[in-house]
């Protein structure tokens, strides 16, 4: 763990991955770590408007494996994005292929950032990565499943975009009059089905 | 007290209801938003009385025009935009009343860009997610304001303040504070930052003060994993450009973060115009 200082407020806890950050960032609300925002990132988490003694609270972090699951969220996905018969061609099958694989797997929201409720889901393995659009579409639909890397995500709003379209949602990702607007809040389990 | 509402006749080239922000939910994808000139804006609230959450309007360039359905003590500061009230020339930065019907006029500022006003009560816009202020980039809280549009008033919570207020801060140089990834970049890149009279880009907005000037080299070339980013973070894209991160900006992003602005010195970044020149003092100096 490495504490990097980030203006007069804030600081920024390097860890090994994407999982570390989130069980820092869960360990950190638990405990009371005292912050204005604990935002966990793809290997760090910023915690801004902070204590002094954050290195001193940070001390007592017991590591990733302490990370309690979250809630699972089953997201019904109609499998026609765009880019699906791509991405089914670079996995080495057909799309039906493609899906199957990708429902196969339990997805983590690592961190939200982008656009509100928008989830940054690890748990893709590294061999199924794929690059971004090199251009990216100035339009891409509200409830949009897509990949980017090893990183999957699902748009909660229309929005440009370069992430590589599999599929959309009906699924009400964001809503600022639920208790917990964000439906993919980080630390939620995810798993995509066929809608 | 009867709680009254404000009629917006003309609204400007942009003008926002702002409070001060949603901190607390850059995890879920929500930009804190909030007054750009917060010590502006505070000053108006706190010259009509009202509390330090109040609402106010956000007027970007003057160009507003709006009567009240109640009599209410109202103040203008930040951008020096001419005021008018019933026709009537009148001071910035001191309460003044609005009577029911009269018309308050907002001219161009020969200087600055954002001017406030705050009316006693504030603007009773229906909160999200905790904050009353309009968010330009994720869209979150009410929409711009737009001509005809009638905001609600709270009930004024206080008598106006004594015209001996707090002076407003004087403009210099942005302090900034190396890091967190000032190590991405060759090792005069302070230095140059410091050396360098950037100039104000046209694209500067509530999310960001964008700048030009000669690029900072890289000597890390690798995409930086997403990373929280705080108010005032200096991020640099590929072409090199500094941008100083503003209220509305993402809560994470992918680019490194050379340094970040103080605090104290943000209200600046909030009344730059494209054109202007701006300076960088690393701090602590040395």
Known sequence: MRIREVGEHAFLVEVDDAGSALALAAWARTTGVEATDVVPGAGTVLFDGVAADLAERLAGWPGPSEAAPGGLVELPVTWDGEDLDWVARRWGTDPDGAVDRLCGIELVSAFCGFAPGFAYLTGLPA???VPRLET?????PAGSVALADAWCGVYPSASPGGWRLLGRTDAPLWDVDREEPALLAPGTRVRFARG | MSTGELRVLRAGVLTTVQDLGRPGLAHLGVPRSGALDAPAAALANRLVGNRPDAAVLEVTLGGLEVVTSVGRWVAVTGAPAPLH????????ARATWLAP???LRLGAPPAGVRS????????AAPPVLGSRSTDVLAGVG??????GAVLPLGAPSGPPAALDTPRPPVPGPLRLLPGPRADWFAADALERLRDTSYVVLPASNR????LDGPPLPRVRHEELPSEGMVLG?????PDGRPVVFLADHPPTGGYPVVGVVAREDLWQCAQLRPGDRVRFAISPAG
Not at chain 2, 85 to 90: E, F, K, M, S
Request: a positive charge; charged letters at 20%; aromatic letters at 2%.
């Open chain 1, 127 to 129: 061999e199924l990565a």
């Open chain 1, 136 to 140: 990216p579409r100035a339009q891409v």
């Open chain 2, 85 to 92: 009230v019933g026709g009537t020339a009148r001071g910035l």
């Open chain 2, 101 to 103: 019907g009269e018309r």
């Open chain 2, 116 to 123: 406030y006003l705050a009316v006693g009560g504030g603007v």
């Open chain 2, 142 to 147: 009410p929409p711009p304001v737009r001509d």
């Open chain 2, 207 to 210: 999310v960001g003060l964008r």
């Open chain 2, 233 to 237: 973070a200096v991020q640099v894209p």
